[in-house]
């Protein structure tokens, strides 16, 4: 059980979590923080938070638990300002989707990395953001990762794995790099291809007819060019080298399948699409 | 009212095609062909066809209009087979995804381009494919562009316009290079990225756990690649010039985003970003 609870960047991810701990009956008081006094006040009205501040070193005062949901770009900023004020016996955690860049950004506003930080990652979300946005439900059955660094202490990583629990999450625990090898692929690099494909053609000539003949695979395919570009201009800047990596190893690929188009190799493309469909169907089966 | 319809090759797009003439009161009899008798026989158990034939030759005989709908790679040595039988009332028409190789392939069989051959494109289809994934309301409020040759009878347009009006598409036109050029963007080279993408990442040596944290996201990046390669490969091998063109575009583009993530350069991936959310916001607007 959470006494106080406070979110800090009451969005999405936050104002889901809230619900969440909430109807599972998980948490005392929820208090909000963040820039935005009208989001805030939305955020209450909807039952999310039960009262807000825009100061951030109130708003963490009587916590025994914070979870930072703002952009990963916003980190360091956020952190250095709680950092001396934050409770002894509160556990700090983060919702951030790149975790080598958040723990340095801790090490940076802490002078090092407190035992009391367990670095998190919860693998949901939609195209959408905002508290509006949000749903008890987001985290049920879906996975969150914890990456806990040297420092962190076991009760602590014990008190953030049971709230992602009590919201329903299947929670595991990897390394930091690892964690962004991971995401690099299956989040972060599909996300770059989505916004620069969709970009790519709204610079065509004949884009309003290229887009009206867009079809559902189409729309599938591009739903995440949607997102929230602040937010994954962040991303894709907090998770450079493993992105990059991946982004040369798809880009090599793709320079294959281009000479094999290019040459009439239809065995090597045959080989190609035959691989990756037995792939998706054998990894996405569930849907 | 179409007196005999001869569905070359019956799986979800002649299937469904069948199901809503039938559904309108548009079709009297429908003659299945194709190379495999399994799949005929399946088509007629399920009502979707009357009767079929095997033998292509006798199949189009009594037709007033024929559909060829296999992969655009087995267009031509089905038309070389027809060309002669074709009785000289039926329209023909096809629902290949290029339409410049079908053309072309249609010109070779014949030896000059008949005046009631209509080249057209059903902009409809799932990642699912065969008879038993057919539906009468696949074509329902999706477009058909149809790509008339400068040989076309103004007659066989208006037959085949009907036709799928009928079905309940909406039918426009547009030349076949203009059609090759706006499908490569939007269908042809969003399946060859989703299907790179899947089989860069089913590489990997932690495939298995790559997977296993792939999201929503990913799964609608990537449902595209569980399309048939068969005919994915056709597809890429018959629209290359277009396809290689949209390509080295997007290659461009994602160059430029790679240098801005390399370089830091967050007002670059922000204008992208937000240029490309805006464009797919504003296009695909009513889902």
């Known amino acids: 059980m959470i006494k106080q609870l406070t979110i800090i960047g009451v969005g999405l991810i936050g104002g889901s979590l809230a619900r969440a701990l909430r109807e599972a009956g998980a948490v005392g008081e929820v208090v909000g923080t ?4 009208a989001h805030l006040q939305q955020a209450q009205k909807l039952g999310v938070i039960d009262r807000y501040t825009t100061d951030l070193a109130a708003a963490v005062q009587g916590a025994d638990m914070v979870l930072l949901a703002v952009p990963v770009g916003a980190m ?9 004020q934050l409770p002894a ?10 975790k080598g860049s958040v723990i340095e950004a801790v090490r940076r506003a802490f002078g090092e990395l407190p035992a009391n930080f367990v670095p998190g990652h919860p693998i949901a979300g ?21 990456t806990p660094t040297e420092a962190c202490s076991a009760d ?16 595991t625990e990897m390394d930091a790099e690892h964690h962004d090898r991971v995401l690099a692929a299956t989040s972060h690099l599909p996300h770059l ?38 937010m994954w201009r962040d991303i894709c800047m907090h998770n450079e080298p493993a ?3 991946m982004l040369d190893c798809f880009e090599a690929d793709l320079k294959r399948l281009r000479e094999a188009i290019a040459h009439d190799d239809g065995d090597y493309l045959l080989e190609v699409f035959s691989h990756a469909k037995a792939a998706r169907d054998r990894f996405c089966d569930n849907e």
């Open 126 to 146: 939609t195209e959408n953001s905002g508290v509006e946005a949000s749903f008890a439900d987001l985290y049920r059955d879906r996975r969150v990762i914890l």
């Open 193 to 230: 291809l989505a916004f620069a494909l969709v970009d790519t053609l709204a610079k065509m000539d004949d884009k309003q007819e290229i887009f009206a003949y867009a079809a559902g695979g189409f729309r599938d395919f591009t739903r995440i060019a949607s997102s929230d570009p602040k």
């Open 76 to 84: 360091e900023v956020v952190l250095r300002t709680i950092a001396p």
């Open 243 to 245: 992105l990059l990596a």
């Open 34 to 37: 963040g820039r935005h006094v």
């Open 156 to 171: 602590a990583v014990t008190r953030v794995r049971e709230m992602w629990q009590a919201a329903g999450a299947e929670v």
């Open 89 to 98: 016996e509160a556990v700090l955690t983060d919702a951030g989707s790149t």
